[in-house]
């Protein structure tokens, strides 16, 4: 079985795909903890 990566024409395509979802899994990630640190800062406000 082949792989998108192993065939040549589409090695390029196939690096860029995986750089690109990994900026965007790690954007993520970032816009997750800023959100669960924000809900820890003002969570008794928004309770009362």
């Known amino acids: 079985m082949y792989m ?3 065939v040549p024409e ?3 395509i196939d ?4 750089t690109e979802a990994t900026e ?3 954007y993520q ?3 997750k903890n ?3 640190d924000l809900f820890k ?7 009362d």
């Open 29 to 31: 990630d970032e816009c």
């Open 15 to 18: 690096e860029l795909h995986f």
């Open 24 to 26: 965007i899994r790690n």
């Open 41 to 47: 800062e003002w969570f008794w406000n928004l309770w």
């Open 34 to 36: 800023k959100g669960l």
């Open 10 to 12: 589409y090695k390029e």
């Open 4 to 6: 998108l990566g192993d």
